[in-house]
């Protein structure tokens, strides 16, 4: 049987964790010949980092241009953490395909800089297409002015289009193992899912009814590599594998990579220089107790958002503020998370059980990871409009709503985070029915507002 070796290598929610980057780079750059591929499965950018806080992800692409990389599809963070112009521009300068089979334009045209698939030949004349799709979080992509569609629906629409024109097909998700799972269940005629979003660590992938699943990790923890062998004769798959490929038995680093790096870094410090305020005295942060700074941001994010009450964990802030002038730079270091605000409305029995929750040994020292959250541990609830009255075991004995009883049967209206409205931290705020997320701002963009008010 004569056979072709297809080599796909892939990157996901690498999270601008830019620590083993260069070895990844390098070990690609060595080993891609003309049989081979190199996609990247989106997350690749993270607010985060100050390299892509100052280029708003154009230093990412630049990053993936330097790599290699031939196909891209896009995660939530490049999604839904920029603003629609900054995500509609970010692509301006790349040099590779940008694959998303279920994001449109507000008026449902599909935008300028992505395709649903395309179809890559080999030497040998092997035809493969590569699908993209994203997490679909409907109502973030709806307030940024873009349409974003059931990805399996989409996925399915373009299988069905493309099967009989091609010999391999690959999809590249952003949807996360569970609904690359449910995908290969329900899609026929796909090969090789490459997946990513829920950062899962396939050493060898997951085979779902006939259908390969690989992912990689975070951070660039792993490069993943996926062999395709294909009989020439009959032009199907004869053999597939996955496995994982460790920075850490890697040594050589690739120069360019580490040039473009390092430039990136300078240029991120000079645009976050930016003065915000000039502060009269130190203001310190405490993730276990009230501290002037948690309180100035949580009554700032409740005034942002027009309400009365609010409520916040003090773990969001990273670092005191020091006496003197302090700049943009300043402000993401401390708060560097993607978060957005939000108002969410809540019953008095909902908002009471939250309150009591959050009080909890478990949730003040929660180490988080994900729902945007980039610190260290979840901390102390603060409060603005709210108090709450503790016995000497901390436990809740009452609640105050504006000076009055806290009412279990009445609505209320709570300016908070929109981490809080994902998975499992707040179950009463994830159900709540109505939440309003304010975008494109994120959490330090009302902090800064708030300084700059203050001491400019």
């Not at 390969?212 to 594998?241: F, N, P, R, S």
């Not at 496995?243 to 410090?269: F, G, K």
């Not at 964990?313 to 560097?336: I, K, W």
Request: with cysteine; hydrophobic share 40%; net charge negative.
């Amino acid at each position: 049987m004569s056979v072709e070796r297809i080599t796909i290598y892939h990157t996901n929610d690498i999270h601008s964790g830019f620590d083993t980057w260069a070895k990844l780079v390098a070990y690609i750059k060595q080993h891609k010949d003309p049989n081979s591929l190199y996609v990247d499965l989106g997350d690749h950018a993270d607010r985060s980092h100050p390299i892509t806080e100052a280029t708003s992800g154009a230093g990412n692409v630049s990053l993936l241009n330097e790599a290699g990389v031939e196909y891209a599809t896009i995660g939530n963070n490049e999604g839904i953490t920029f603003s629609h112009d900054e995500l509609d521009s970010l692509y301006t300068n790349a040099q590779f395909k940008v694959l998303i089979s279920n994001l449109f334009t507000a008026e449902g045209k599909r935008p300028r800089w992505t395709k649903p698939y395309a179809i890559h030949q080999t030497k040998n004349g092997v035809k493969i297409a590569l699908i993209g799709a994203t997490a679909p979080f409907k109502q973030f992509y709806h307030q940024l002015d873009w349409k974003i569609t059931p990805p399996i629906e989409a996925i399915k629409q373009c299988v069905e289009e493309v099967r009989d024109k091609v010999d391999v097909v690959i999809v590249l998700s952003h949807l996360g193992l569970f609904r690359d799972e449910e995908l290969a269940e329900v899609v026929e005629g796909i090969d090789v899912i490459l997946g990513a979003h829920t950062h899962h660590v396939l050493e060898k992938g997951k085979r779902r009814y006939g259908t390969l699943i690989a992912q990689a990790g975070k951070h660039g923890a792993y490069l993943g590599k996926v062999t395709i062998d294909v009989d020439l004769k009959t032009k199907t798959v004869a053999a597939d594998e996955a496995e994982l490929i460790d920075p850490d038995s890697l040594v050589e680093e690739d120069d360019a990579t580490l040039a473009l790096l390092d430039q990136l870094n300078q240029d991120s410090e000079t645009a976050l220089a930016k003065h915000i305020a000039n502060l009269p005295r130190v203001l310190p942060v405490s993730w276990q107790e009230e501290s002037e700074a948690s309180q100035l941001l949580c009554d700032a994010l409740t005034e942002w958002c027009k309400e009365e009450i609010g409520m916040m964990n003090a773990g969001v802030l990273l670092e005191t503020f020091t006496e003197g002038p302090v700049t943009m730079q300043d402000v993401h270091r401390s708060c560097p998370h993607p978060i957005n605000p939000c108002v969410v409305e809540l019953t008095g029995a909902a908002l009471r059980s939250t309150i009591i929750r959050s009080f909890s040994t478990e949730m003040r020292t929660l180490a988080l990871k994900g729902f945007g959250f980039r610190g260290k541990v979840l901390g102390r609830m603060i409060f603005t409009g709210i108090e709450v009255e503790l016995d000497k075991y901390e436990q809740v004995t009452e609640v105050l709503i504006l000076g009055k009883p806290l009412d279990l049967n009445q609505t209320y209206t709570i300016a908070t985070l929109d981490m809080y409205t994902f998975g499992h931290l707040y179950p009463a705020i994830a159900d709540a029915k109505k939440k309003t997320y304010y975008m494109p701002e994120l959490l330090r963009d009302v902090l800064s507002w708030k300084l700059g008010q203050i001491w400019a």
